[in-house]
């Protein structure tokens, strides 16, 4: 069975389902230090087995992670979406960007997006996002989405790592993107 993954828009951004045409991308993304923090640095085989993982994903769960473009230009500036493989404490809403895209608000932007997802239309009532220890970047967008420190989660793999805890959908004003940003 092959997973139909919606595409979601914002105002800047195209949130669509990742596929071959996004190795060389998630190439460069993984061979450099930015991706230490999220399982890298790989090399071109790993990381062809890491976008398996992520299509696969969508296929084993019915959601998965969307690749981030510009819909101005179609360049591709990260990986932000729903993440729960064997393992994880909880569903968790999880975001990557690409290398010289932070600073721009687009995993704030799409993480949002994707958390309407989760919970408008997939009817999570919660949600995290698993943040290592020093990465301050990504400590910050979950904070930003109104995200708090709810524990640390030990990984087999990736150690220790702090559990963001999103707020519940009746906390927010309503079910937009709109809403939370």
């Known amino acids: 069975m092959i ?3 919606p595409t979601l828009t914002t105002e800047r951004l195209t949130l669509r389902g990742p596929d071959a045409r996004d190795l060389d991308v998630l190439c460069d993304f993984y061979a450099s230090d930015r991706s230490i923090f999220v399982g890298g640095p790989m090399n071109r085989e790993q990381t062809w087995r890491q976008l398996a993982t992520e299509i696969g994903h969508w296929t084993l769960r019915g959601y998965g992670r969307w690749m981030v473009d510009l819909t101005a230009t179609g360049e591709t500036v990260g990986m932000v979406g729903l993440w729960a493989p064997e393992g994880w404490p909880e569903p968790e809403i999880g975001w990557d960007l690409m290398n010289g895209r932070e600073g721009h608000g687009y995993a704030t932007e799409a993480a949002l ?3 309407a997802y989760a919970y408008d239309v997939l009817g999570w009532s919660t949600a995290i996002s698993l943040v290592k220890p020093g990465n301050d970047g990504s400590a910050h967008v979950a904070l930003r989405l109104g995200a708090r420190m709810d524990g640390e989660f030990n ?5 220790r790592l702090d559990v963001y805890r999103h707020p519940a959908p009746a906390e927010l004003i309503n079910g937009s993107a ?3 940003a």
């Open 178 to 180: 709109e809403a939370y």
């Open 3 to 5: 997973a139909e993954i």
């Open 155 to 159: 990984h087999i793999r990736f150690g």
């Open 113 to 115: 997006t994707a958390r």
